[in-house]
């Protein structure tokens, strides 16, 4: 095992090193860069001012266009007067020390914006994990005890639905009808404004008011994969011979299938824990985020996009492909830890 995971290590060097160069690449063709919007911004700032005035330290003359020497100090700013390649190795070497560099536009640490944008993130994340989890596993087992029943097709019936409907609709439908016409949550934050006056009982029932909405619309579509595949494979279980075996030996049902079949038929759900885990934290939740004005790493990675923030993007970028690769390893190891029959040679 030793020796797979080095292998598996050393494999992480050139594929993060691939990643991170297929984006720097696309960036350097992607109109609209950092120096052009600080450009424009300074522009609409000069016209603004009247067409004299400076805007973020840059002085327009009409239409005679930019002070080159102005220009060439705006590209010393943002790193553009090296050349790509020597830009590329640098960014490297800064991400060899984890250093994720520092925002163009927010004037912070990509770190800092990270870490200050986790908590929205770990908030979703945990609790769509748990949630999803919690009931779609024992739905599962539900199910595959009472295969071919109303409740086996009932069940199905509702979240196959509810895995047809995106989550962006549902949050929509839900801010429309709890949010809007009832009243019963609030529309946006993850706490109120007066949340620090309030006693940690407060604290709490405020907190999960404010969240109720955004997990429930993140959570409802993610049943149907868990549920489903848990059903399958508890039902390939029960009919193998050592389940008949153990009900020969007049052991209870819910002996043969705790005892017995649960550990082999969550095999799969059980190695894909860590993968789901932290996926759940960076992954799927922009558009929830955006809808209701949670600030939270999905609406900040969105944000740096658009700007052109390229240190937040590539910061981000580097952490989030990182994170998956060792998780995407530990999820692979899983299958030894629960499964000593499956061999890596």
Same mark, same amino acid.
């Given at each position: 095992m030793? $020796? &797979?995971?080095?292998?598996?290590?050393? /494999?992480?060097? #050139?594929?993060? /090193?691939?990643?991170?160069?297929?984006?720097?690449?696309?960036?350097? =063709?992607?109109?609209?860069? #950092?120096?052009? !919007? &600080?450009?424009? %911004?300074?522009? *609409?700032?000069?016209? *603004?001012? @009247?067409?004299?005035?400076?805007?973020?330290?840059? $002085? &327009?003359?009409?239409? !005679?266009?930019?002070? #080159?020497?102005?220009? %060439? !100090?705006?590209? *010393?700013? &943002?790193? =553009?007067?090296? #050349? *790509?390649?020597?830009? =590329?190795?640098?960014? /490297? @070497?800064?991400?060899?020390?984890?250093?994720? @560099?520092? $925002?163009? =536009?927010?004037?912070?640490?990509? +770190?800092?914006?990270?870490?200050?944008?986790?908590?929205?993130?770990? $908030?979703?994340?945990? +609790?769509?994990?748990?949630?999803?989890y919690g009931v779609a596993v024992p739905l599962g087992v539900a199910k595959a005890v009472r295969a071919g029943t109303r409740f086996d097709l009932v069940t199905t019936l509702l979240v196959l639905a509810g895995y047809a409907i995106p989550g962006f609709v549902l949050g929509v439908a839900l801010l429309v009808v709890f949010g809007g016409q009832l009243q019963w949550f609030p529309l946006r934050g993850l706490t109120s404004a007066n949340w620090d006056e309030l006693g940690w009982g407060a604290r709490v029932v405020d907190y999960l008011w404010h969240i109720a909405m955004p997990v429930t619309a993140m959570v409802l579509g993610s049943f149907a994969v868990t549920t489903m595949l848990t059903k399958n494979a508890f039902l390939e279980e029960i009919r193998k011979q050592y389940v008949l075996t153990a009900r020969a030996k007049g052991l209870s049902e819910q002996q043969v299938l705790y005892g017995h079949v649960f550990r082999n038929a969550l095999l799969p759900i059980v190695t894909g824990f860590p993968a789901a885990f932290i996926g759940a934290f960076f992954t799927g939740s922009l558009l929830i985020e955006t809808l209701f004005s949670l600030d939270g790493l999905g609406l900040l990675s969105f944000e740096s996009v658009i700007r052109r923030d390229y240190p937040v993007v590539l910061g981000t970028l580097y952490l989030f492909t990182l994170l998956g690769l060792f998780t995407k390893l530990i999820s692979d190891l899983c299958y030894v830890w629960v499964d000593p029959r499956v061999k890596f040679d």
């Open positions: 030793l $020796s &797979y995971i080095l292998k598996r290590l050393l /494999l992480m060097v #050139p594929t993060l /090193l691939g990643v991170l160069l297929l984006t720097f690449v696309v960036i350097q =063709f992607v109109p609209g860069g #950092p120096v052009e !919007q &600080y450009l424009a %911004e300074a522009k *609409a700032g000069s016209v *603004a001012g @009247g067409g004299g005035a400076e805007g973020g330290g840059l $002085s &327009y003359r009409g239409g !005679q266009g930019v002070d #080159p020497k102005r220009l %060439e !100090q705006i590209k *010393a700013l &943002y790193g =553009f007067d090296k #050349p *790509a390649h020597e830009r =590329f190795v640098q960014m /490297l @070497g800064q991400f060899a020390r984890f250093d994720l @560099g520092r $925002s163009f =536009f927010q004037n912070k640490d990509v +770190w800092d914006l990270v870490v200050e944008k986790l908590p929205v993130s770990v $908030s979703l994340g945990l +609790w769509t994990f748990f949630i999803s």
